[in-house]
């Protein structure tokens, strides 16, 4: 096939379970740049979090991040895509949250890394303890986060057990319905889920197109790899998708290539595979 971007997701796709690229991943996407392709990385995290892996690759393409809200050079630090969530839904959203239960994270200001400012944190809600302790220098902790979001915000998210998340995501949806759009990231077997909540019009798949257009390519073009719920649209994008062995089995009966799993280094694999031909 003629693929001349790879659109890579990050955790559990790029990264393997110790949150790092291993050398097989590394050394492929060296070759599928050698090849001619374009290599971008889209992911949920926010920017300041994704930018020192794609630093890491040596890339310079667009870094897309925030689930597509947010599209930055990972070393100019230059906005090229950017759909913020209106303020006015941002506040509704806590304030739903607030009925459900939930922690709420605000993510601000494009410019530079950004920063992420959060009212609490509950104590049994350790992995966004850790999640906010991993960019300590763009945290801010403020007494009203509802009162605080007088600008429009990257986004909100939350994160927590995966009933709890199901039901505030679904809280959400009755109540704004498409004024906003809602993505979650599952990890069932950690009882472990990511709710973004965006403006309506972002996507992976909506980000990927911009940069694709930015290159003068097609969709045709495009090979993408993805292991997660948040994937799903830019799988569909892509001329070529392939997903992860260690996704969820609703991923992976999409009908997609399966590659290996990301301790597997999947990625290695469905590069070699279709990209290098080895």
Do not use: W
């Not at 390519?217 to 799988?235: E, K, T």
């Amino acid at each position: 096939m003629n693929i001349k971007l790879l659109a890579l997701d990050v955790d559990g796709t790029l990264l393997n379970s110790q949150f790092q690229v291993g050398e097989p991943n590394r050394r492929a996407i060296r070759e599928a740049i050698a090849h001619g392709v374009v290599v971008v990385l889209v992911t949920g995290r926010r920017f300041v979090i994704a930018q020192p892996i794609a630093l890491e690759l040596d890339l310079t393409t667009p870094l897309i991040s925030h689930n597509g809200a947010l599209t930055k050079n990972p070393r100019t630090l230059e906005i090229l895509d950017y759909h913020p969530l209106p303020a006015g839904l941002a506040r509704r959203t806590v304030e739903i949250g607030r009925e459900v239960g939930v922690d709420l994270v605000g993510c601000y200001d494009p410019e530079g890394v950004g920063r992420a400012v959060y009212e609490a944190v509950s104590e049994d809600n350790v992995k966004l303890r850790r999640y906010l302790e991993r960019a300590p220098f763009v945290i801010e902790q403020v007494s009203d986060l509802r009162a605080y979001m007088r600008e429009d915000p990257v986004q909100v998210m939350s994160s927590g057990p995966c009933a709890r998340m199901d039901r505030f995501a679904q809280v959400l949806a009755d109540g704004l319905r498409d004024q906003v759009r809602i993505l979650k990231t599952a990890y069932p077997q950690k009882d472990f889920t990511i709710v973004d909540i965006l403006a309506p019009e972002c996507s992976k798949a909506a980000a990927l197109a911009t940069v694709v257009a930015r290159y003068g390519l097609s969709r045709r073009q495009v090979m993408a790899i993805g292991d997660n719920h948040n994937d799903v649209d830019m799988l569909e994008f892509a001329g070529l998708s392939v997903v992860m062995e260690n996704a969820e089995d609703h991923m992976k009966n999409l009908g997609y290539y399966v590659t290996g799993s990301n301790d597997e280094h999947g990625v290695a694999e469905a590069i070699e595979r279709f990209i290098v031909g080895k």
